[in-house]
DNA sequence: TGAACATAATTAAGTTAGTTAAGTATTTTG
DNA sequence: CAAAATACTTAACTAACTTAATTATGTTCA
């Protein structure tokens, strides 16, 4: 007969771990693995709705989202996203000459760069909200009025916490290596 | 005096919105937007630990998940991460070189394929799990105990969710897509 | 002050991650 | 059993993305 093969648990918190076992812990990982796939899969439709790829679809939106009065600089939005500053910058580049993205020297230090979304880029953003909509409306059905401030708040605390994760994984592999 | 510009809302539903604006929603998606990339970089430190792409290190611990008695198929594994078929058989090939998966035939159905975590796989992720086990720690530290059950359930109804919203925004992108 | 160092963005060069299209083998359908 | 469909693979290519080097500016401190 057959052992019980049990993999060694994933997660190691008791609050986490139910009879013990990571089951219900890695469900809910490959859950959101999928879930962040079909995201991205999502910017891709709407990018391609505008004419861009998935990728200058997100900068755009995420300019957008980060432009303060004056805008964005190019390693902020490169850390957001975490995507390399000459990434950006090449992506940026290819907005600013669409005309929907305006990159402009930062006064205060004349070696940054303002990114801001145009009108050209609003205006083609507010041609896309219609389909946005429809399908925003879609993909969060599970999240309604009497959950959405905890949702709301999760992802703003699961999101702060990955980033701690990160370090924290960085460190580890730098330091603790295999050497096999 | 400058107009208070108002973007048009990215959503719909009265539920996510708040005084009529969607700024509180947008918040969220960047939120979760930065949380999946979080997650990639994270995937990618593993890899890396185990000398794997992030790529890599997905698709052998998603042939470990979705790999039931017998094994998972190609097309499974590819639905599963948006990927398409071609590259699932071109990473799983290499996990196979590396000894990590097996691949063998469906015998039910020649032209399927059954792929398995091998037990060097199995030995490669388990020597993972300490460094898996104190970032996933971290990483999830906003949920415990009392909220678990919820943030699972969250997963699993937002993963169905987006394949509904993926669909739509095929449809809605094939049929409607602007002419000019 | 000004030399040494650090930082922001870009350019150039290259790699890897992914795709689409075409082909083979098998299974299903009418 | 011929025609159509499905599963996977191979081949050919493109796009996504990185690292390394460069330019320009700003910061530090002997």
Redesign the pocket.
């Known amino acids: 007969m057959e052992q019980d093969i049990q993999f060694e648990p994933t997660v190691g918190r008791e609050d986490l771990l139910i009879a013990g076992k990571d089951d219900a812990f890695r469900e809910m990982v490959h859950n959101l693995l999928a879930f962040s796939a079909r995201l991205e899969q999502i910017r ?1 439709r709407f ?1 391609a709705f505008v004419g861009l ?4 679809y ?1 900068l755009l939106i995420s300019i957008r989202q980060l432009q303060s009065e004056r805008g ?7 850390d957001h996203l ?12 290819k907005l600013v000459k669409l005309g929907l993205v305006t ?1 402009t020297p ?1 006064p ?8 801001r979304v145009s009108d050209k880029g609003t205006a083609l953003l507010s041609q896309l909200a219609p389909i946005q909509q429809e399908v925003n409306d879609l993909l969060f059905e599970p999240v309604f009025a009497a959950n959405y401030a905890l949702v709301r708040q999760l992802a703003a605390s699961l999101r702060a916490s990955a980033e701690k994760a990160v370090l924290l994984s960085d460190y580890l592999v730098g330091t603790e290596r295999s050497d096999q």
């Open positions: 891709s990018g790829s998935g990728v200058q997100t964005v600089g190019v390693r902020a939005l490169a975490a995507f390399s500053p000459p990434f950006v910058t090449s992506e940026t580049t990159k930062n205060d230090d004349q070696r940054r760069v303002h990114l």
